[in-house]
């Protein structure tokens, strides 16, 4: 916590650096960090994908559709993501225009589609677990402080599961 005796120097403070200061009543802060952090993470990861014209998004349903392999259906797939099957459909159409994957029906007029990885998406997956940036930013913290993150961050994703499935 950063405590700020004069509230013209908090301003000061928080408009050179671009923190959020917490103040121990207001959790809101808390969730504005959070969110900011999340947004600032996925452009920087976004601006090191550019070279390979793949979003965020897609190259993680490609590593998802490679662990479920023989079971990569858009219904599993939203499961993993916690997406809707029809926002997926549509992005799955999208990854199929770009040669990324191939959707196609065990049995012809079946409704249930199977997703497979195209030579292209597993050439592209390859780049998935490495991000320079995303190391560098993290060695900020040490072995221990990532894994104190690591275990308050599941905590509240455990809290948010319980209210999300209400």
């Known amino acids: 916590m950063v405590t700020v005796k004069h509230r013209k120097s908090e301003k000061s403070v928080r408009a050179k650096t671009g923190t959020i200061l917490l103040n121990e009543n207001n959790i809101y802060q808390l969730w504005l960090l959070i969110g900011k952090i ?51 459909s549509l992005q799955s159409i999208k990854m199929e225009k770009d040669g990324l994957i191939k959707r196609f029906r065990d049995i012809p007029k079946s409704r249930l589609l199977r ?39 599941n905590k509240i994703l455990s809290k948010l599961n319980e209210y999300s499935t209400k």
């Open 38 to 88: 999340h947004h600032k993470r996925m452009l920087v990861r976004q601006r090191e994908l550019s070279p390979y014209h793949i979003s965020t998004r897609q190259l993680r349903l490609l590593s998802i559709i490679r662990d479920l392999g023989s079971n990569a259906t858009l219904t599993a797939i939203a499961k993993k993501v916690d997406r809707k099957v029809s926002v997926l």
């Open 115 to 153: 997703i497979e990885l195209t030579e292209k998406g597993l050439d592209l997956i390859k780049i998935d677990g490495k991000s320079k940036a995303m190391d560098e930013i993290m060695s900020v913290l040490n072995a221990a402080e990532r894994r104190q993150l690591h275990s308050l961050l």
